[in-house]
């Protein structure tokens, strides 16, 4: 095509969205001869949207979504959002908002402009949930179960989400001196449902005084106030390191010897876990619970899953592991890379939806 496809993508914010690197990656990569893109979000806040700005592309600072309520007032909400949308004459809108929104998908429709969205996580619960894939032109999903949510929905297309494999590699790190202790690393928004409870439980289980654990992730908030208090009431102070949010986590990965992601079987759960897939890129073993998104991202690996909320199984595990023999858990690594490196790939990700894009406007895939 001679006209570059105008490519809107939307999210609330970078601040609390969890989708910020990701966004910044699909953004980076797709060819810019072929795409023209745009983002709109809620606001500026947050560190990473300088990252964002970084891009060089234009960023509109635009809420394309609206309240359901009040419905009287409904209709003349949506139609701004509609002019916004024909105002930058975008072809496809592509929303990676979490919620279960559907006024951006009737506005983008409105504006004559595709609509498609990547579910992000595993929540389902709400009629609203069905009228936004109704309305959608196609869907991305991100893991082997939720196809099953859209049964009706022919125009929907599993893309795993990808990762820059040369930047989240071992080598970088080859002359990290090693721990004297087992070290384990968990990496995430500190928020009930990622169960870091049940980790540091299954650390005092195990009252090894070789275990050593890092929780890298904001800590300041309720939750992560709670999991400090938690880890002082077990007695553990010497064993538990609370790092807060880092900019880069490679190096606190290289130098571990095990990654855990306790997620919990409730809410919203997990789509596909990044933190986890950047842990299998450093090489190192990786344990996590069985649900959906993270046993989609092990389902090769199936003896490294165990029952989530499980701190009796989880401590087996982690027990299991230490066990190893260092160079029996160095092969762990390494297969745990090559097949990131076979499956989650960033040329992979970037590639799949510029196929899809293209695919959109030339009529290839249209409404069910």
Not at 229 to 236: F, W, Y
Not at 328 to 342: F, T, V
């Amino acid at each position: 095509m001679s006209k570059r496809i105008k490519v809107l993508i939307t999210t609330s914010n970078f601040k609390t969205a969890g989708s910020g690197k990701v966004i910044f990656d699909l953004v980076k990569g797709l060819d810019k001869t072929k795409y023209e893109v745009a983002i709109a979000c809620k606001h500026s806040k947050g560190d990473y949207f300088k990252t964002i700005e970084s891009l060089d592309v234009p960023i509109h600072i635009f809420d394309t979504k609206t309240n359901y309520r009040p419905y009287t007032s409904l209709f003349s909400r949506i139609r701004k959002i509609s002019k916004f949308f024909k105002t930058h004459e975008v072809d496809i809108v592509h929303s990676w908002q979490w919620s279960n929104d559907w006024t951006e998908a009737l506005a983008a429709k409105w504006a004559g402009a595709k609509w498609i969205y990547t579910k992000k996580a595993m929540g389902f619960e709400s009629k609203h949930w069905q009228i936004k894939s109704y309305l959608a032109d196609f869907i991305i999903t991100i893991n082997d179960e939720m196809r099953a949510n859209f049964p009706k929905k022919k125009n929907q297309q599993l893309i795993p989400l990808g990762i820059d494999t040369n930047f989240y590699s071992p080598e970088h790190f080859e002359h990290t001196e090693p721990s004297k202790h087992f070290e384990i690393i968990t990496v995430a928004n500190l928020v009930a449902v990622k169960g870091i409870e049940i980790l540091i439980k299954a650390i005092h289980l195990l009252a090894d005084e070789q275990l050593h654990l890092t929780i890298v992730g904001d800590k300041d908030n309720p939750y992560g106030r709670a999991m400090e208090a938690l880890t002082i009431e077990l007695g553990l102070e010497q064993t538990v390191k609370f790092m807060g949010k880092q900019p880069d986590v490679r190096a606190f990965i290289a130098k571990s010897d095990l990654y855990v992601i306790p997620t919990l079987d409730e809410g919203r759960k997990e789509g596909m876990p990044m933190a986890l897939v950047e842990a299998m890129s450093m090489g190192i073993p990786v344990l996590g619970s069985n649900i959906s998104g993270i046993k989609f991202v092990l389902k090769a690996f199936p003896d490294l899953l165990f029952e989530a909320a499980h701190v009796e199984g989880l401590s087996k595990s982690i027990a299991k592991i230490k066990a190893l023999k260092p160079e029996a858990q160095k092969e762990i690594g390494q297969n745990l890379r090559q097949y990131c490196e076979r499956n989650f790939t960033l040329k992979q990700f970037v590639g799949a939806h510029e196929s899809l894009y293209a695919h959109l406007l030339n009529g290839d895939v249209g409404n069910d």
